[in-house]
């Protein structure tokens, strides 16, 4: 759960970046471009990204000593139907993966194509060319993709297009850089960095469904309620309330249908700017520094939205970091810690605070994404994979690691040449799959397909098994 990294979660965007980075010149480029983290409050897909820069082709490194040896890698990841092209050639272009369809955006000239391809047949289902206004200057900042729409950004607008068809009548409203969006079923929800208001959108046609006004204390975060047992980072939010959090630290649970309020919350502690806030089966989690200006130490406060209870149940001085935090079990939250030379993961029971295990893990590990009963954690040059006693399984360096479905992960290099591997999640068994060239953005993937973009098209790739 995105990024690219140092703005992560505009509200849920500071948890993890949706598109994993490449080399750092690529990270560098990106610095540069609009800041797609306040996107979406969803999107933040669960793949962990190392170093926030360098991402490397290494081979899978078990801390097991009697590593299964698995069988030679085919020279080559076998390829479905033949390349997409992109008419030109592209330093960059995003690709995303949603339901049974692979959605793929380029630049061509000062516009922006997109193109929505069957990822098993590797078919063109449709293609929308030339999006972005005649004074656009082609500055793409991010692809995200829901079941209920396809958002393209490009400079200062967002276009949203129906997934389902072709559609060159895509709706477009402005967003400025720190806005956040906030993907529900029936509405797609946009809150104004400037003004703080808040506005709700048909995802067809684009009409305003409700609008607030921030009033004298306006909103700074907007963020969606994640419902339990639901797959956090790849869906809409499908409960009936939102949270607005305002700018003295007031949480307000509103319903998502009008947007009216239905109560207001005061934290333990407030929620600040830089807070780190999720949501997951009815409760607020909130890590970050006491205050915008706290020179060091962090706290992590848990509020239940029915309730409205709330308390801290981390709290570190000078010599911690707050690094990421994110749900890891039932009743659980986990926490990474950064200090000097080090870092751990810490699980804590969200109903008394309780510390259930820590486990060190590699210095400057700032990214944490759980599934089921495992964790991944990464940052530095290595990724582990956790149990949930806290327990290693194995330990990676540096690349690119997904969870590919509940059995399995799926292990490549970022954007580098190199293998792609699936890991069993329980026996730790890697099976190689094959080799990809070198990309010019992550890729994408299904649970059998992986979309890459090249510098000329779109390859669509086998995932056998």
Not at 241 to 254: D, N
């Amino acid at each position: 759960m995105p990024a690219d990294l140092d703005d992560f979660y505009g509200s849920v965007a500071r948890q993890a970046d949706a598109i994993p980075l490449a080399p750092a010149a690529e990270a560098r480029r990106r610095g540069r471009r609009r800041n797609r983290n306040s996107l979406i409050a969803a999107a933040a897909a669960c793949c962990v990204v190392l170093a926030g820069a360098a991402v490397l082709a290494r081979p899978l490194r078990h801390t097991d000593p009697n590593p299964v040896n698995p069988a030679a890698s085919p020279s080559a990841l076998p390829m479905v139907g033949s390349p997409i092209e992109f008419g030109n050639t592209v330093t960059s272009a995003f690709v995303v993966a949603s339901g049974d369809r692979v959605f793929a955006a380029a630049p061509a000239g000062n516009k922006i194509d997109v193109v929505a391809v069957d990822p098993h047949t590797a078919q063109v289902l449709w293609k929308v060319d030339g999006l972005g206004g005649p004074a656009a200057q082609g500055e793409f900042a991010g692809l995200v993709a829901v079941e209920q729409g396809l958002l393209v950004v490009i400079d200062n607008n967002v276009h949203v297009l129906d997934p389902a068809a072709r559609s060159k009548d895509a709706w477009t409203f402005p967003m400025g850089d720190s806005d956040n969006l906030v993907p529900y079923e029936n509405a797609l929800l946009h809150r104004e960095a400037e003004t703080g208001k808040i506005a709700a959108y048909d995802w067809r046609t684009g009409g305003k469904l409700w609008s607030v006004d921030p009033g004298g204390d306006a909103p700074m975060h907007l963020i969606g309620v994640r419902t339990a047992g639901t797959e956090r980072s790849r869906e809409a939010f499908t409960d009936d309330r939102v949270l607005s959090v305002t700018r003295s630290g007031k949480v307000q649970v509103r319903d998502v249908r009008n947007g009216n309020v239905l109560r207001t919350i005061t934290p333990a502690q407030p929620p600040t700017q830089l807070s780190a806030l999720i949501t997951y089966d009815n409760w607020l989690f909130d890590g970050g520094p006491a205050d915008d200006g706290a020179p060091a130490g962090y706290r992590v406060v848990a509020t239940d939205l029915s309730s409205g209870d709330s308390r801290v149940l981390v709290s570190k001085k000078a010599g911690n970091t707050f690094g990421i935090l994110d749900v890891c079990g039932p009743g659980r939250v986990c926490v990474v810690d950064q200090r000097t030379g080090g870092a751990a993961v810490s699980a804590y029971d969200v109903r008394n605070g309780a510390k259930a295990w820590t486990t060190e893990v590699p210095a400057d590990s700032s990214s944490v994404s759980s599934g089921g009963d495992t964790m991944i954690v990464g940052g530095g040059d290595t990724t582990v994979l956790l149990d949930n006693d806290g327990k290693v399984l194995f330990q990676n360096p540096a690349t690119y690691v997904d969870w590919l479905d509940d059995r399995r992960l799926l292990v490549m290099p970022g954007t580098g040449a190199g293998e792609v591997s699936t890991v069993g999640i329980q026996d730790q068994r890697v099976t190689r799959l094959g080799n990809v060239p070198q990309r010019v953005e992550a890729c994408a993937h299904t649970v059998d397909r992986l979309a890459c973009p090249t510098t000329t098209s779109l390859n669509i790739y086998n995932l056998p098994g």
